[in-house]
């Protein structure tokens, strides 16, 4: 394993039947599964990197982009897709240049859209990092980013 910088994978037994809980490990600690973890779980579950990418292309958990420092999770619930959440995804497309997926280049910013945040009486919302965005709005959408942009200068 590279330079043991996935050796927390030994707490794992290395039976192929516990594939996805190493996967699972290497996300938790990474925050998202990249080319080295994926030779390395491959040697340590003695599983062809195929079949470990198979795993990874079928389970929608898994993440193989790096996330940015600013995880944004858009809702795309009833609520939120009602109240313009097609508008949010526009306009974090416009102010960002990346859809659902990607991180923008300079890795600060990632999105993805999620089937609900369960906040639905303050639609549209999004999250980052965990923090929830309410009402939102054209203008206080730029805000809020322009918020993190600073905070991410300092």
């Given at each position: 394993?590279?330079?043991?910088?996935?050796?927390?994978?030994?707490?794992?037994d290395g039976?192929?039947?516990?594939?996805?809980?190493?996967?699972?490990?290497?996300?938790?600690r990474e925050?998202?599964?990249?080319?080295?973890?994926?030779?390395?779980?491959?040697?340590?579950?003695?599983?062809?990197?195929?079949?470990?990418?198979?795993?990874?292309?079928?389970?929608?958990?898994?993440?193989?982009?790096?996330?940015?420092?600013?995880?944004?999770?858009?809702?795309?619930?009833?609520?939120?897709?009602?109240?313009?959440?097609?508008?949010?995804?526009?306009?974090?497309?416009?102010?960002?240049?990346?859809?659902?997926?990607?991180?923008?280049?300079?890795?600060?910013?990632?999105?993805?859209?999620?089937?609900?945040?369960?906040?639905?009486?303050?639609?549209?919302?999004?999250?980052?990092?965990?923090?929830?965005?309410?009402?939102?709005?054209?203008?206080?959408?730029?805000?809020?980013?322009?918020?993190?942009?600073?905070?991410?200068?300092?």
């Amino acid at each position: 394993m590279e330079d043991g910088k996935f050796e927390y994978l030994s707490a794992v037994d290395g039976d192929p039947g516990n594939l996805i809980k190493g996967l699972q490990m290497v996300q938790s600690r990474e925050g998202y599964v990249s080319d080295d973890a994926v030779k390395a779980v491959s040697e340590h579950f003695s599983t062809p990197v195929v079949e470990v990418e198979g795993v990874l292309g079928f389970y929608a958990q898994f993440k193989r982009v790096k996330p940015g420092k600013y995880r944004i999770s858009m809702c795309d619930g009833t609520a939120c897709h009602i109240k313009g959440s097609p508008l949010v995804r526009e306009w974090l497309r416009q102010e960002l240049g990346i859809d659902s997926g990607e991180t923008t280049e300079d890795g600060m910013f990632s999105l993805e859209t999620v089937a609900c945040l369960g906040c639905c009486s303050l639609a549209p919302v999004i999250s980052i990092n965990g923090r929830v965005h309410a009402r939102l709005t054209r203008k206080s959408l730029a805000s809020i980013l322009a918020k993190y942009r600073k905070e991410a200068a300092l």
